[in-house]
T-cell receptor
Framework: ETGVTQTPRHLVMGMTNKKSLKCEQH?????MYWYKQSAKKPLELMFV???????ENNSVPSRFSPECPNSSHLFLHLHTLQPEDSALYLC???????????????????FGPGTRLTVL | QKEVEQNSGPLSVPEGAIASLNCTYS??????FFWYRQYSGKSPELIMS????GDKEDGRFTAQLNKASQYVSLLIRDSQPSDSATYLC?????????FGDGTTLTVKP
């Protein structure tokens, strides 16, 4: 496997179900992200993990729960979702950290193929 | 005002022409800028990154950055039908990424 992988690729769930999305990066990166992409809307950053610590939580409802057990794996646990949560969920990774003595730069992010989620 | 604003599409150009995509951003603290290409039903694919003022060329793609004007652009020379996609502009600051809505480009044979 290369790059960033996500499973499952498609998921249909009822509002009372509990499911988890999995992301794995094979790039040796130290930061991972969850994004939501809904139709006709820009990419929305949900969570950021840097060195396995959560550093960003953009007011995401508690029915979405992230988990980062190590720098290569990221999960998004889902429970009691709403139909409006139907979207493409994208995982990304990047290598963060600036040049010694220089400014910290935000590096490029590499995206996985996404999980297309439908909530009935 | 949106944090990252892209020129509204869709944009249509004939094959072989130059496609010009524009983006402005509001966060002056942004240091890194990226252009992604997203085909329908697929995830974003990085095509260019730019960190310093000026031009950066990679094959048929040229990114331009003007931090004073808070403006980023992407030029695609010799456009091909395979370039038809939605192009996303992104600005990053201290780990946070903000994406524009995207501009849909169609290259007609």
């Amino acid at each position: 496997e290369t790059g960033v992988t996500q499973t499952p690729r498609h998921l249909v769930m009822g509002m009372t179900n509990k499911k988890s999305l999995k992301c794995e990066q094979h790039l040796g990166h130290n930061a991972m992200y969850w994004y939501k992409q809904s139709a006709k809307k820009p990419l929305e950053l949900m969570f950021v993990y840097s060195l396995e610590e959560r550093v960003e939580n953009n007011s995401v409802p508690s029915r979405f729960s992230p988990e980062c057990p190590n720098s290569s794996h990221l999960f998004l646990h889902l429970h009691t979702l709403q139909p409006e949560d139907s979207a493409l969920y994208l995982c990304a990774s990047s290598q963060e950290g600036g040049l010694a003595g220089g400014p910290l730069l935000d590096n490029e992010q590499f995206f996985g193929p996404g999980t297309r989620l439908t909530v009935l | 005002q949106k944090e990252v604003e892209q020129n509204s599409g869709p944009l249509s150009v004939p094959e072989g022409a130059i496609a010009s995509l524009n983006c402005t951003y509001s966060d002056r603290g942004s240091q890194s800028f990226f252009w992604y290409r997203q085909y329908s039903g697929k995830s974003p694919e990085l095509i260019m990154s730019i960190y310093s003022n000026g031009d950066k060329e990679d094959g048929r793609f040229t990114a331009q950055l003007n931090k004073a004007s808070q403006y980023v652009s992407l030029l695609i020379r010799d456009s091909q039908p395979s370039d038809s996609a939605t192009y996303l502009c992104a600005a990053r600051n201290a780990g946070k990424s903000t994406f524009g809505d995207g501009t849909t480009l169609t290259v007609k044979p």
